[in-house]
């Protein structure tokens, strides 16, 4: 079974730039997390779907963070315009429909985003 | 106060040494209690899950949960170099997928080396 893929794994820009990052989870997955990792520290949630729709962004600034997921697989984060604290390891996480897997998720190796 | 707390380290053994990892958490709601293992340049896998309190053991690991004292440890036996990387344990209120309650919180993790 293929890994949740994750593009580009390194991404280097200047504050006030713009940048994507782009995750495919593992296949039939519905469930798809962001988490933003800053070094040092754990995994922070900054968004979950569900399918097509959002259940948890409450943690997303949502003033330069956005997401979507189209269709339901393919996820994409933007942040727009970049912080130097927005230096970190953004990862992509996936889990099955299954209704009681929400703590079974596959994490896939991250892109680590260094702002100039 | 931060949800969970984790000594960061880092923790540095030789091979074949018991190893103690230890998270506080603050929030009693938190009923599901899972420890991840990071290793350098790679996402996050889930290593053990408990629900609420008591003992699982899964090899050389075992994982232990103590509400009462809001407290959890995961217990590595005979420690290898391949046990070398980032420790994160992570709970969450619920276990349901496409809910908020399944956030999961993670600790800042804990570095640990096994030298032979």
């Known amino acids: 079974e293929a890994g949740v893929a994750q593009s580009p794994r390194y991404k280097i820009i200047e504050k006030r730039q713009s940048v994507a990052f782009w995750c495919n989870p593992i296949s039939g997955h519905a469930t798809l997390y962001w988490y933003q990792q800053i070094l040092g520290q754990g995994p922070k949630l900054l968004i979950q779907f569900q399918n097509n729709g959002v259940v948890d962004d409450s943690q997303l600034p949502k003033d330069r963070f956005s997401a979507e997921r189209l269709k339901g697989v393919d996820s994409t984060l933007k942040i727009q315009p970049a912080k130097l604290e927005d230096s970190a390891v953004y990862l992509c996480a996936s889990s099955p429909q299954t209704r009681y897997t929400a703590d079974t998720q596959y994490f896939g190796p991250g892109t680590r985003l260094t702002v100039l | ?116």
């Not at chain 2, 018991?18 to 009923?31: D, G, K």
């Not at chain 2, 090899?59 to 070398?84: C, E, M």
């Not at chain 2, 990387?85 to 096994?114: D, H, I, K, N, P």
């Open chain 2, 1 to 116: 106060q931060k949800e969970v707390e984790q000594d960061p380290g880092p923790l540095s053994v030789p091979e074949g040494a018991i190893v103690s990892l230890n998270c506080t958490y603050s929030n009693s709601a938190f009923q599901y209690f899972m420890w991840y293992r990071q290793y350098s340049r790679k996402g996050p896998e889930l290593l053990m899950y408990t629900y609420s309190s008591g003992n699982k053991e899964d090899g050389r690991f075992t994982a232990q949960v103590d509400k009462s004292s809001k407290y959890i440890s995961l217990f590595i036996r005979d420690s290898q170099p391949s046990d070398s990387a980032t420790y994160l344990c992570a709970m969450s209120a619920s276990v349901l997928a496409g809910s908020t309650l399944g956030r999961l919180y993670f600790g800042r993790g804990t570095q640990l080396t096994v030298w032979p």
